[in-house]
């Protein structure tokens, strides 16, 4: 900064001395230059004469001779003129002074003043955010702080280019505030610096797994191929491995990778249930789908006779632990009984399939108004909680009214 600020004061200097000599020799040197132009020219003149009277050309040489010496006193300048001109320097004051400040205001808009005091107050803030980021019992950085911590740690590398860590650190922030560019690029230079580290490796593979550039999923594709061959038992390349054909709608390839995975995850955990959820949705995404839940309604005489036509049959299936619905159906009033089917395609968030369910419990609701929400008079049938295993049939029968 300090540097920036000795460079535009040399350069205004210059600029004003420059102007200032212009000023002061426009009127001495052309007043120096007449002078001797005038003398020369009388010299020259005397010798002619010299040379005439020897010649007898010139009978009245003295008289002559006056005349050239009125001449020459003739064309002398005037002291008031003198004084003009050695004043006129002084009248580019006001340009110099506007010259300072349309450059100083050029800088302040265009030069990015701002943004250099910004950089300068990160700097100052990096070391203590770096601390506090190294530091597992200290506060957690925000947003804000993780962004000014990433432009003080990308100065850092600009001095100390070979720091593998700090370049894997710079990739793990890119991740974390969505900037994948930033992330690639990181991990792309500590690649470099240490080629053989398969932990970078599995980082920039998640990067370009991430993206959403399909030549980056190829190309993670190619790596984490390639690392599966020395570990093929490695969870970390198998879910990446799913992930990026899933993404790329491999679904057949990505289901092969998730069962991979099953036997070596411990049996309903949530790992194990995560992976079973992505199978069930690539299948579905897949047109493979089998997984179904029959239902066979049926309702009492007395909510019968309390049938409006307008009436809407809402039926919701849960955990049985949560009452997020898992799967939801929405059909109008027919004859009872009926039956009804329900699969993936009924969820109401892809993350939370029917067919992942271990355990299920249904409740079926008659609106007469049409209302998604339970009304009071509102009947309806509900099951105690029952074990789910992709294929089977339950009965609900509408027996209860809400209060």
């Known amino acids: 900064m300090s540097a920036l600020w000795l460079s535009i004061c040399i350069i205004l200097l210059a600029a004003c001395a420059l102007v200032l000599t212009s000023g002061w020799r426009s009127g001495k040197d052309t007043s120096t230059q007449r002078d001797q132009l005038n003398k020369t020219f009388y010299r020259q003149r005397l010798n002619e004469l010299d040379e005439d009277e020897q010649q007898g050309v010139v009978a009245e040489k003295q008289e002559m001779i006056t005349e050239l ?66 530091n597992p019992q200290d506060k957690a950085l925000n947003i804000r702080e993780l962004e000014e911590f990433e432009v003080g740690l990308r100065t850092s590398l600009q001095s100390h280019p070979d720091n593998i860590n700090d370049w894997a650190m710079l990739g793990r922030l890119g991740m974390v505030l969505n900037n994948t560019p930033l992330a690639s690029q990181a991990f792309q230079r500590a690649l470099k ?64 990778y998730w069962q991979k995975m099953l036997p070596l995850l411990p049996a309903n955990s949530k790992e194990a249930n995560a992976v079973e959820q992505g199978i069930e949705l690539a299948r579905t995404n897949a047109g493979q789908q089998s997984s179904k839940l029959m239902l066979n309604v049926a309702i009492s005489p007395t909510a019968e006779k309390m049938l409006t036509p307008n009436g809407i049959l809402y039926i919701s299936v849960t955990d049985g632990v949560s009452p997020v619905p898992v799967a939801v159906k929405r059909i109008p009033l027919s004859h009872f009984p009926l039956t009804v089917t329900l699969d993936d395609s009924n969820a109401m968030v892809q993350q939370r399939l029917l067919s992942a369910q271990h355990n299920i419990q249904v409740r079926v609701r008659i609106s007469r108004d049409g209302s998604a929400d339970p009304q009071s008079g509102d009947w309806y049938g509900q099951t105690g909680k029952l074990p789910y295993n992709g294929h089977q049939t339950v009965a609900v029968v509408i027996n209860q009214q809400q209060p």
Do not use: C, F, H
């Not at 050695?86 to 506007?98: D, E, K, N, Q, Y």
């Not at 390349?237 to 679904?251: D, F, G, M, R």
């Open 69 to 134: 010496q009125q001449t020459l006193l003739t064309d002398i300048p005037e002291q008031q003129t003198v004084i003009r001109r050695s004043s006129g320097r002084w009248v580019l004051w006001p340009g110099l002074i506007i010259l300072v400040l349309v450059t100083l205001g050029m800088y302040l808009k265009t030069g990015g003043l701002a943004q250099v005091l910004a950089w300068e107050q990160i700097n100052a803030q990096y070391p203590k955010l770096r601390a506090q980021l190294m």
């Open 193 to 256: 610096l240490s080629p053989n580290n398969n932990e970078l490796k599995l980082a920039y593979a998640s990067v370009l797994v991430r993206s959403q550039d399909p030549q980056d999923n190829r190309q993670a594709q190619v790596m984490l191929s390639n690392m599966l061959t020395a570990e093929p038992n490695s969870l970390r390349i198998l879910s990446l491995l799913a992930a990026v054909n899933y993404t790329q709608q491999n679904y057949d390839t990505a289901i092969g």
